[in-house]
């Protein structure tokens, strides 16, 4: 035996930095140091350094792979084991340098996850949420407390707020709460009002979870709605969860409650933006943000422009006001006759839609698409890890427009790439997009589904509970009737 040791620097700047690690042996076996923390989550399996390893390696050749974040090209390279070798003694030390491959920081881009959660089986959350927050080389990272049933969730130990022992000039770590409700657990995401992720909060709002969650005799009350109310008046960000799912989704989204959405959050579920996309038609402005939900089981993130410099506070107000985008590596950029995502164009003096998409990437790009009020409406075969789409597009309706780009390529969680900015707005054109009355009958049908299962099967207290969250979803629903003309 003898030893690989290594020493991990960010290249522009110098410093030792945390990152994920990978040395696989001769025969394709994991090494690592003893107690070491790995990785959560599908794909590679890597371990966690403080920015400095040392291994015990058999003879042969090892494969070593670093990674932190998204933004740093992965380090790659193969050494050999073998007596006397590059010391004489066998071992070998690796000088590791990580080079960014793009430059978000410079633009004033700044990466957080909105959504993690620490299971029962975490013995050592502090330890993870310390690496995690470093490792992946995230500015926000929000853990928050969940109830589901007894299960003893690892983060629900943090208060809310602040974590100051994890955040840093450059790190802010935060604990929030996941409020939810789920009644069918053959359809948790169809039947039941659904996830709500409650951010800068100083206070949890109850009760954290209701309905069956808690167990089979408690109500299905109070809605989520209520719980948005409660948040907002701490100053909170609100989020809702796993692409919109949930019978209670287009009443809150339509009454303003939500500030986001949170966007493919579990690694498990498809990328798709169907629910957010009818939300956007009907004229409800919601801007895209993701997290990777259990552990930090994927490389989702939400980018928010401000300064160079990482401020949470401008943070936060890039978030509620669009200026977003999500991916899992790629960054995407686009601009619509100059205006940037979260932004709004009259249409009143423009006649058209000028849209620049830039995008930069470790991994390819295979298609790159331009979506105006849901439909593409044009886009490129890329296949390249940077590269300019330009388009002209006749302005005819108000709405949106966004950009989204996908690649075959699988990231070390073994996801393939995807990135979308939050839309452009466009107002002044005097008539509504042809997609907005479509939108908007999917959710009306919706919430009288929702009405009737509150109805006839819905669990509450008194007859002022059940007709409370009747006569909100009939609220919601009245918005959307009245663009069905």
Known sequence: ???????????????????????????GEPLAPDGAMW???????????????????????????????????????????????ADQSGNVALDVQLERWGDLPERGWHP?????????????????????????????TAVSVLKRWDLDYATNKYPPGVLTEFTDTHHHVQSGEESR???????????????????NIR??????????????????????????????AQGGLVIWCHNGQGMEAPVAAALGKVHATNLFDPYWNDIEYDIWYHMLNCGIRLPASTGSDWFVSSANRVYAQGQQSFDYDEWLQSIKQGNTFITNSPAIYMTVNGSQAGDTIDASTERSMKVRVEWQSHYAVDRV??????????????????????????????????ARAAGAARDSFNQPVWAHTSPVYVTGAGKAPVSREDSARHFSDQIDEAIDWVSKKGKFYTDVQRREVIDLHRAGQSFYKKLLG
């Open 112 to 140: 957080g996850n909105t959504h993690i959660h620490y299971d029962e089986k975490e013995t050592d959350p502090d330890r993870r949420l310390a690496y995690d927050s470093r490792v992946e080389n995230l500015r926000m």
């Open 369 to 402: 698409e331009i979506v105006a009020n849901g439909k593409v409406v044009s886009a490129e075969n890329a296949r390249s890890t940077s590269g300019v789409h330009e388009a002209e597009i006749p302005i005819e309706t108000d709405g949106w427009v966004a």
């Open 1 to 27: 035996m003898a030893r690989i040791t290594g020493e991990i620097r960010d290249a522009a700047t110098g410093e030792v930095v945390q990152a994920r690690v990978q040395v696989l042996g001769p025969t």
């Open 39 to 85: 990785k959560s989550g599908p794909g590679e399996p890597f371990f966690y350094s403080d920015g400095q390893f040392s291994i015990d390696a058999p003879r042969g050749y090892s494969q070593v792979l670093v990674e932190r974040g998204t933004e740093f090209t992965p380090w790659r390279q193969t050494v050999e084991i073998e007596s006397g070798g």
């Open 203 to 232: 206070n949890i709002v109850e009760p954290i979870s209701r309905g069956l969650l808690v167990d089979p005799f408690t109500p299905d009350y109070p809605p989520l709605s209520y719980v948005c109310d409660d948040a907002n």
């Open 181 to 199: 409700h789920n009644h069918d657990p053959d359809r948790p995401f169809v039947i039941g009002y659904g996830h709500v992720m409650l951010l």
